[in-house]
């Protein structure tokens, strides 16, 4: 480990992403009860109770991250890896774009898409602005402030939440040699770049119904050494893989934004495509089941950054629905606002 790098950089930077979100959040919060009063009133303020224990869940996973760093799951520069020329080019987009998501609040519409964004092909649940984006997620646009925007809903640590799962991974993988590994819903690719990062041999692969998100993936994958993951535009409920042919599968912050029948498709064709003895690994928001004291996030959260399929999300059964694929050893883990289910297909 390089002497500069200590656990004490790494809280101060954490925490300093922290802090910069949430005077994003209260500036933005703030300026929208001047535009639009009425969504403002919507908005429930977090008791200094709960607030409290969202800092204390944040602190646990700081520590879990930097502890896996130090174990040597993934290396310390991973720690501070974060797409920095893209957050100072793309921050006043984020502001530029706001008028606009004011408009659609006001306006109560969530599924407006410009007249040149092709719209064919797509399940209509797909459809949707979902987090207020404009043009949802069918735009160069709205690829290039995804990331900018996750960092800042979750204070700087939607990263940590997603390293969460390579522990499991490197746990569960018994396979050697040349594995595969395959990130469902990759999005502009940040799961996969962790995952280069930890598995530097492995093949990696990707999809996602979003053109813009590949391209954005791909463009921000082939600046990093190692083979260049292979990504395809598909549908997560019709994965166009042979059977069998995954010793991993990673699914990141897809499940809440699934309608119920699609999750339980996605988790069986997850179950279709990986090898028996393959790991599946979820990363997904936290559920009502295992943090009922969040539940005041959670009951906005549908609201706030329109989720549509949140709300029946948070009592979904993913367990249930991983056993009735196929599944078994299934194992939850909660961190922060995350949860994380670990399951295997049986060895034949
Ligand atoms: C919240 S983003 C998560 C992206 C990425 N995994 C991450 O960690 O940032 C959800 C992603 O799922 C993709 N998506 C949604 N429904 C999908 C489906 N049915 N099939 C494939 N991708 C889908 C979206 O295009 C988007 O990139």
Not at 116 to 126: A, E, I, M
Not at 246 to 256: K, N, P, R, Y
Request: glycine letters at 4%.
């Amino acid at each position: 480990m390089p002497d500069t790098i200590t656990k004490l950089t790494y809280q101060t930077f954490q925490h300093g992403k922290n802090y910069f979100g949430l005077a994003h959040k209260y500036l933005s919060s703030q300026i929208m009860s001047l535009v639009s009063p009425q969504m403002q009133r919507n908005y429930r303020p977090i008791s200094p109770e709960l607030l409290l224990k969202i800092q204390t869940r944040l602190n646990q996973l700081l520590e879990a991250d930097w502890n896996d760093a130090e174990k040597g799951v993934y290396p310390h520069s991973l720690l501070f890896d974060n797409p920095w020329t893209d957050f100072f080019r793309y921050y006043p987009e984020v502001w530029l774009d706001m008028p606009q998501i004011w408009q659609r609040l006001n306006q109560k519409n969530y599924q407006d898409f410009s007249a040149n964004v092709p719209k064919d092909g797509y399940p209509s649940y797909y459809l949707q602005n979902f987090h207020h984006q404009t043009n949802g997620y069918l735009s160069d646009l709205s690829a290039n402030l995804y990331d900018l925007q996750v960092e800042l809903l979750f204070g700087g640590s939607a990263d940590p939440m997603r390293r969460r799962i390579l522990a499991p991974l490197k746990e569960n993988l018994k396979a050697t040699g040349q594995v595969r590994i395959l990130d469902v819903a990759c999005g502009t690719g940040r799961t996969l770049k962790l995952l280069r990062n930890a598995f530097p041999q492995a093949s990696l692969f990707g999809t996602d119904l979003s053109p813009a998100y590949l391209r954005k993936a791909n463009q921000e994958l082939s600046q990093i050494p190692g083979e260049l993951p292979q990504l395809l535009q598909a549908n997560a409920e019709e994965l166009p893989y042979l059977d069998n042919y995954f010793h991993a599968i990673t699914c990141v912050f897809l499940f809440h934004e699934l309608p119920a029948a699609a999750r339980q498709n996605v988790i069986d064709q997850c179950f279709r495509v990986v090898q028996p003895g393959g790991v599946f690994v979820i990363c997904d928001s936290i559920q009502m089941s295992d943090s009922p004291e969040m539940l005041p996030v959670m009951d906005s959260f549908h609201e706030t950054f329109h989720e549509p399929y949140y709300k029946h999300y948070i009592t979904d059964d993913l367990g249930q629905r991983l056993e009735k694929a196929g599944f078994e050893d299934i194992s939850e883990q909660v961190h922060f606002m995350s949860k994380y289910l670990i399951a295997r297909k049986p060895a034949q």
